[in-house]
């Protein structure tokens, strides 16, 4: 099938679905201006020291790394970022009834800046938009300690317990969250189809949702604008821009 084609079947598939589970990578907010990781353009293909920066145990046991970080933080592409049309296109499928959740490996919060209900977000790598203590398991808005950091406190610590901060998303060598996975897997069980959007697929176990849903019985659609280890699954792929692509099959 060319691409017009198979827009056509994706957008009857839709039409006719009734609890769509939706998967989100970097790739949907890369047209917001937030760059992904594995991508061509990634962050980690360009800087590999980078991912080894943000492993959790250097985090922890580095000062330099810790200062580092925040310095990142207070730069990082997100804060002035909007939603972008892929990411409309989901709340319009949310404003149609068909949406049943929204899991996310982004940690930018732009589905819910867009409009999506929070309550249909499943945030398996957390949001970059809070900190959390790793001493006590206090949390907080992240802007509040990025201020902290703009007036001089080069790796602020939690003001009730003086332990480390950072940002409550997952790092290299964290635990994922077991209630939030399992949330993830449950949803993705009782869909009856699956989006895959701009996602590598290459992060277990979040990953997985693909098969569970398929063998649960769901169509499984895959659109990113490269190949994925998860395509010989799909009953549909589209290549192309995900903020053109988006809009076509999830309007009303
Ligand atoms: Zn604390």
Redesign the pocket.
């Given at each position: 099938m060319d691409l017009p084609d198979t827009v056509s079947t994706v957008r009857r598939w839709i039409d006719a679905a009734e609890r769509i589970v939706v998967l989100t990578g970097a790739g949907i907010s890369t047209d917001s201006g937030i760059p992904d990781f594995r991508g061509p353009q990634g962050v980690w293909t360009r800087n590999p020291a980078a991912e080894k920066q943000s492993t959790l145990q250097n985090y922890l046991a580095d000062p330099e790394v810790r200062k580092a970080a925040w310095r990142a933080r207070l730069e990082h592409s997100a804060w002035s970022a909007q939603p972008n049309r892929g990411h409309h296109a989901l709340v319009a499928l949310e404003r149609r009834a068909k949406l049943h959740a929204l899991i996310t490996q982004n940690i930018d919060e732009l589905h819910r800046i867009a409009g999506n209900s929070p309550g249909r977000i499943v945030e398996v790598h957390g949001t970059m938009r809070r900190v959390m203590?790793w001493?006590?398991g206090?949390r907080a808005p992240m802007q509040a300690a990025l201020d902290r950091v703009r007036a001089g406190e080069a790796d602020p610590a939690?003001r009730?317990?003086g332990?480390i901060l950072k940002s409550d998303t997952i790092s290299f060598g964290q635990a994922l969250v077991p209630e939030v996975i399992a949330r993830a897997m449950q949803v993705a069980q009782e869909a009856d189809l699956l989006l895959a959007i701009g996602s590598t697929l290459q992060v277990y176990p979040v990953a997985g949702v693909v098969p569970i849903a398929k063998e649960n019985g769901a169509k499984v659609i895959i659109i990113n604008n490269q190949p994925t280890p998860m395509d010989e699954l799909a009953d549909a792929l589209l290549r192309g821009p995900i903020g053109e692509l988006l809009p076509q099959i999830c309007a009303g």
């Open positions: 203590c001493g006590c206090a939690c009730t317990c332990g």
